[in-house]
């Protein structure tokens, strides 16, 4: 009890130092916390972006670069599913649903995705959150579109608004479907992943406007098909880029996959969502490891900022520990003062960094939800959390055994009478 | 128990590991309550003196007894308990920790000794603090709350004698208490120290380089008489 008191008043009559010391563990121990909590969001938010679906299929080539253009739009497709396949696939007596899913347009930067209605009605995220409309609903005309949330902000769009699709993707595209504009039907909610950042068209619509258009390039004047001349034509499509399944049961889901990795008409690739979420996260974790890596590193500076600080307060404080000595305490007694002081400065750094990081979070997760569709769950500290924060306060108090030797080494040799 | 000597060395031997030694004292024996001064330069021994008697230095060989018990025979541990429990330090100069305040540096010795703690009845210990500074001369209210850096060397020395003396410890060592003070302040801080010494009934062993002091002492004693070591040189 005396040891605590004396370590409590000692650091409180050097606030100064004390502060700078627990502010350095403080900021290093939020940049570590807060890297934890957004390692756990992104990959929380990585894992909810497709739920329930139980195969993705598209033309065979790698299982993440299906993943990433079925689910991410991020990259190209190399080949398409054709429409013969798919209609077989879709009509076996295993399969619940499918989803048809075309790409290969975009419109301002935003991929554009054909589909069906049947997207709005099985395509689920997060668990068991379907899709919900802000405003509006799905599309109804040849020429309707459905706006992810994203898009619909940044782009300030309201329903009604007519848009242009370009072919191709990239930001700028000087080849676009000028002559077949959409009308915003419906706006999507909010959901934190790909969807919102994706403009939802029919099937149909994108064979409408692809109808006069032959590798690339649209036919010259003469040979254009109209808007509504198009709506007359059979829009039935030859193919699509990949599709997302629903099983009637969960069992056959491997057997369905084998069946469609030996599809002998077509080269197919069926994936099991869950399985390639898991792969992809894998690759992008070595980025979040290393993250976390370098904020562990910060944490060190901090906790060696602690030790020099002791370390330079050990020989003014000499004379006070003969003072302590002189009164009873012993070399042990001097020895669990400081390392009590680097206890303390440890726990307080710990206790003002979480309610720094909670502090940022509740500024900060606004701004992140906005901008990158990121959940940051608050949540409480986690088992893993915990673990990390009692490591930096044990790494605090092996460190403080460096001064604590010393000062024991000293006590012993100067008793009652310090050399100063 | 009751007859045995304050402070009792004797045959004490000591010397650093592989060092020659530097300190021999035949026999050194401080009656209870007895007020003893001892002259002593630097360089006598008289610190080397003090750690045995402190148990922070342990003897190669000899006996170190006070109040009865043989510190020598003690771990090291056990030597802190006792010198916590039994003994009370004055130094020359800086005697008081800087961030605690007048009452707390007072009360430190009761933090560290349960025993000493106990002699002052409970609840008293605030009370038996204020009453060592009230009889050291030292104005209570204002001043206890204070920090210890706003004093006066004089008055930090009269703390650091209430602090010596809380809980009744049957031995007192002063290490050059006075040599930091004034003529006229002296004088006053050493009566009060005897005064206080014999009312608690405690030995008092004042070392000082002053010997217009001695004669205040019911005895005096220098280093030179007592270290067999210093006599050859």
Redesign the interface.
Known sequence: ??VL??TA??L???RGTALLTIAAITISVALLLGVQKMRGAARESFANTVSGVDLIVGARSGPLNLLLYSVFRVGDATANVSWASYQKIAHHPDVAWTIPISLGDSHRGFRVMGTTLDYFRHYHFAGDHSLAFAAGGPFSDLYDAVLGADVAQTLGYKLGDQIIIAHGIGNVSFAQHKDKPFRVAGILRKTGTPVDRTVHVSLEAITAIHIDWQSGMQAPAGARVSAEEARHRDLTPDSVTAFLVGMNSRVMTFTMQRAINEYREEPLLAIIPGVALTQLWELVGIADRALMLVAAFVVLAGLLGMLTAILTSLNERR??MA???????????VFSLLVTEAGVLGILGVLSGVLLTYVLLAVGQPVLEKRYGIYMRFGGISAMDALILGSIIVAALVMGLVPAWRAYRNALSD???PRV | MSLSPAIDLAQVEFAWRGAPPLLAVDRLIVERGERIFLRGPSGSGK?TL??LI?G??APRTGAVRLLGTDIAALT??AR??F???H?G?I?QM???????TVL?NVL??A???RP?RARIASGALRDEALRLLGALGLATDDLVERQVTQLSIGQQQRVAAA?ALLGRPGIVVA?EPTSALDADTRTGFLELLMNECRALGAALLFVSHDTALGTLFDRQLSMDQLNGLARVH
């Open positions: 009890m005396a008191h004396l008043k000692s409180w009559n050097r004379r006070e003072i302590l000595r002189s009164v009873g305490a012993g070399p042990r007694h008793g009652l009478t | 610190s003090l750690g402190g922070v230095l090291a541990s802190d308990r010198r916590g429990e003994l330090f130094f800086f005697n008081l920790i800087p961030y605690l707390e430190l010795p933090e560290f000794s000493r602090r290490d």
